[in-house]
């Protein structure tokens, strides 16, 4: 598929040939719904943590007679039966990631360009450049309409352009090794430079 080139000013740059492998697929939301669950189970901690029976704090003394006084058998206050005594069975720190085939993760990332370029949310420009100065990118990027919008570079992001885009919000910049799924899906716009759609070619080819 053939798909114009702007600049940041809103400047025409030409056109590029865009891979039908990356970005002609139909979508299939199964596919990114397995990849984006990877994702953010991964990217859970898993620190969550209860006290047992032998972790909190009253004391272990027996808290009166086993026989006798009419009422059921206890040790100690540390009992789950009891306020504040342990929980029984609860969390403790874990990983929540799974595996997933690194064959499936790129079908994912195929069928995330794919989904953007179909839904007609997908920008190529020449090049992510800029001088350093926020205000003036937050103009251009107000005049091309970004309000939530993800920009792929290269194999890498050029200094002057991360420093100016840094502080505007909803642009986020990744290289074309940070792209994934998830970001990519979460943002209204994804913009990607000439350089990035050849690295991207490369690496999902």
């Given amino acids: ?21 990356l970005f002609g697929l139909e979508p299939r939301a199964d ?3 397995r990849v984006v669950r990877w994702q953010r189970n991964n990217a859970q901690a898993g620190t969550h943590k209860v006290k047992t029976r032998s972790e909190t704090s009253y004391s272990t003394k027996k808290i009166y007679r086993q026989k006798g006084t009419g009422g059921a058998r206890h040790g100690d206050r540390n009992a789950p039966i009891f306020r504040k005594g342990g929980i029984y069975k609860g ?10 085939p690194k064959k499936f993760r790129k079908l ?61 919000e909803g642009l986020d910049i990744l290289p074309t090794m940070g792209a994934n ?13 000439k350089a990035g759609v050849e690295a991207l070619e490369a690496r999902l080819k």
Avoid: C
């Fill in 1 to 21: 598929m053939k798909l114009d080139v702007i600049k940041l000013d809103g400047g025409k740059a030409g056109s590029v040939d865009l891979d039908d492998a």
């Fill in 31 to 33: 596919i990114l719904h």
């Fill in 91 to 100: 969390p403790t720190p874990r990983s929540h990631g799974h595996e997933l």
């Fill in 108 to 168: 994912g990332l195929r069928h995330a360009l794919s989904a953007k370029a179909k839904a007609g949310e997908l920008v190529v420009i020449e090049e992510a450049a800029a001088e350093g100065k926020t205000a003036a990118l937050a103009k251009q990027v107000k005049n091309l309409g970004w309000k939530r919008a993800l920009v792929i570079d290269g194999a890498s992001v050029n200094e002057d352009f991360l420093k100016a885009a840094r502080n505007i």
């Fill in 181 to 193: 799924v998830y970001d990519i899906l979460k943002r209204d716009t994804l913009v990607i430079t």
